[in-house]
């Protein structure tokens, strides 16, 4: 079996760190202090961080409220992924303004906008270009994790993306409570500091550590930290949550959003062009993502402002 490939300072026998740290650090989202730069720092060191306050108690009672049938309806998730007490609802934007709401939120926003934004130098012809792109929506999706459920397998949710540790991080996920999760009802669990390890470190679950959070609080974690969504042995408390996952834009999306959101809806849900380009209908400089040789936001969307590529 090949080895996975390492990055150049750890090729030169530079070892990874293994340690798993103890804590999680909480911030709150209407402290000034809290920045995209200052969430940056805790997530490069600790790679979780969870934000209290995110959004409102009445922003998830909504949400709640839209997605009951899709959390009612879902099926066993095949693949055994998910425990079979998991309900997860998909497609939600088409369903629920409030998750529309939910996912431009600024302070999540912010942060996955500075640490997930490619920039890139190059040449055509003689002159040299430099151009940025911003991170997409990879997946959306609800989770209702129900009494008797196991725990889910410790993972890394860029596994998708084959990534070795020097293009880490190319996601970020945000998980919102929408009722109040512990430990005992299944919260996310998460390893800190183990965004850092290696391709051979493997985790424990002993290692984890459960994002215990109110209604509106929030988990945000890079997409290379080993986290599971936790056992709940409750009799009678299920948890449901929202899990919002970003890539980057050169990345091809974890959800097909152009099948679960196709332009016809994207138009009946009057989606702004700011959510438009998170589900991955804009460009990503210089070109990535044309239509017909054209921006499909201006082509599609009508959308001819200042972040439209006009080839």
């Known amino acids: 079996m090949p080895k996975m490939s390492c990055c150049a300072e750890h090729q030169a026998g530079k070892p990874f760190p293994t340690e ?3 804590e999680l650090t909480t911030v709150y989202a209407n402290d000034p202090s809290i920045t995209p730069e200052s969430l940056e720092a805790i997530l490069e060191r600790d790679g979780a961080v969870i934000v209290k306050n995110l959004v409102s108690k009445e922003l998830c009672q909504q949400i709640r409220v839209d997605l009951k049938s899709s959390f009612d309806t879902d099926r066993v998730d095949p693949s055994g992924f998910f425990p079979t007490t998991t309900k997860r609802a998909y497609s939600i ?3 629920s303004d409030a998750c529309a709401e939910l996912a431009v939120n600024p302070v ?10 490619s920039h890139y130098t190059y040449w055509e012809g003689q002159k040299q270009l430099h ?3 911003k991170p997409q929506i990879t ?3 609800g989770f209702r994790v129900e009494p008797g459920g196991s725990q889910q397998s410790m993972h890394r949710d860029d596994a998708d993306y084959h990534t070795r540790n020097c293009d880490m991080p190319v996601m970020m996920g945000c998980v919102t409570a929408l009722t109040k999760t512990t430990k005992e009802n299944g919260a996310t669990v998460i390893i800190p500091k183990s965004h850092l390890w290696g391709p051979d470190r493997c985790p424990l679950d002993e290692e984890a550590i459960p994002a215990e959070l109110e209604i509106g609080d929030a988990a945000i974690f890079v997409g290379n930290v080993y986290h599971a969504g936790g056992a709940n042995v409750t009799v ?11 890539c980057k834009g050169t990345l091809r999306q974890e959800e097909n959003q152009y099948l679960e959101l196709p332009p016809e809806v994207a138009k009946e849900r009057n989606f702004s062009p ?9 460009i990503m400089p210089p070109a990535l993502g044309l239509y017909k040789y054209q921006d499909p936001m201006k082509v599609i969307f009508g959308v001819n402002d200042a972040e439209t590529v006009n080839k």
């Open 93 to 95: 934007l088409a369903k």
């Open 108 to 117: 999540f926003q912010g942060v996955a906008n500075q640490m997930l934004t």
């Open 20 to 22: 798993a740290g103890k």
């Open 274 to 282: 700011q959510l438009l380009r998170l589900l991955g209908y804009g």
């Open 139 to 141: 997946s959306i999706v």
């Open 236 to 246: 009678d408390d299920a948890r449901e949550t929202i899990g919002i996952f970003m």
């Open 131 to 133: 151009v940025s792109g």
